[in-house]
């Protein structure tokens, strides 16, 4: 699927004050507050318990018979579905205000085979509407790591087990740069702005809560938009 964004790893190239809440958004029935919106936990279980319906024993079907390259099935964490959720809002309201509009979305299908989601559960839907914003956002000049930013992505790739362990950082760094890292920087910005004016705050439960925009070959994050407060602290219940 030629949206999706990942890195290349050193030996593989992938294709693709106060301590609680405020009073005022204190409620623990609520994952999310955004701006004036609410994505309560209820929707987050919802959404949930629809794709591990549609995930069967094993990643397949017992009478299925996969193709070789076909994906195993596998449903999202509750913090994949929150942080997905959160940012189809935020990638939405963006489109809105800047006056562009989502890319056409890639058959469900391809979404579902590049992802290993069922392409009959409503995550999958929700996942290919993000996925298709994005790839609307009209990306400014790609951004140039700094150093700092290159020794977080080496080290997520390190903590992923993708870079080799006698790979110095300094060599790792200048060979994950490039084109693909720039881009993702700058997409990274506009959604982190977007974000930070979007109002958000997130259910202490879910924190740190990350979206990442760019990811290696095993689908693990390799450059991630950070979402609300990262605090962890303890759920304030509203009644």
């Known amino acids: 699927m030629q949206r999706a964004r990942r890195l290349a790893s050193i030996a593989v190239i992938a294709v693709l004050g106060t301590t609680v809440l405020s009073a005022c958004r204190s409620d623990s029935s609520v994952a999310v507050y955004?701006?004036?919106?609410?994505?309560?936990?209820?929707?987050?279980?919802?959404?949930?318990?629809?794709?591990?319906?549609?995930?069967?024993?094993?990643?397949?079907?017992?009478?299925a018979t996969p193709a070789p390259d076909a994906p195993e099935l596998k449903a999202p964490t509750r913090a994949q579905v929150v942080g997905t959720l959160v940012m189809r809002e935020v990638c939405l309201k963006l489109a809105a205000d800047k006056g562009f509009k989502p890319s056409e979305q890639a058959p469900i299908e391809e979404v579902a085979r590049a992802t290993g989601l069922p392409a009959d559960s409503r995550y999958a839907r929700l996942f290919s509407e993000l996925d298709a914003c994005r790839a609307g956002i009209p990306?400014?000049?790609?951004?140039?790591?700094?150093?700092?930013?290159?020794?977080?992505?080496?080290?997520?790739?390190?903590?992923?087990?993708?870079?080799?362990?006698?790979?110095?950082?300094?060599?790792?760094?200048?060979?994950?740069?490039?084109?693909?890292?720039?881009?993702?920087?700058?997409?990274?910005?506009?959604?982190?702005?977007?974000l930070e004016s979007s109002d958000v705050t997130v259910n202490p439960r879910y924190r740190p809560l990350e979206y990442p925009v760019l990811t290696f070959s095993d689908s693990s994050p390799a450059l991630v938009v950070p979402i609300g407060q990262s605090g962890a602290d303890t759920v304030v219940d509203a009644r």
């Open 34 to 63: 955004l701006g004036d919106k609410k994505i309560t936990e209820d929707e987050v279980t919802s959404v949930l318990d629809d794709v591990r319906s549609k995930v069967p024993p094993g990643g397949h079907a017992p009478s």
């Open 139 to 194: 990306v400014s000049q790609p951004v140039t790591p700094t150093q700092e930013e290159l020794l977080d992505v080496v080290a997520r790739g390190r903590a992923a087990g993708v870079i080799p362990p006698d790979a110095k950082d300094g060599e790792a760094g200048q060979q994950l740069d490039g084109d693909v890292l720039r881009r993702a920087l700058a997409m990274r910005n506009t959604l982190t702005e977007a």
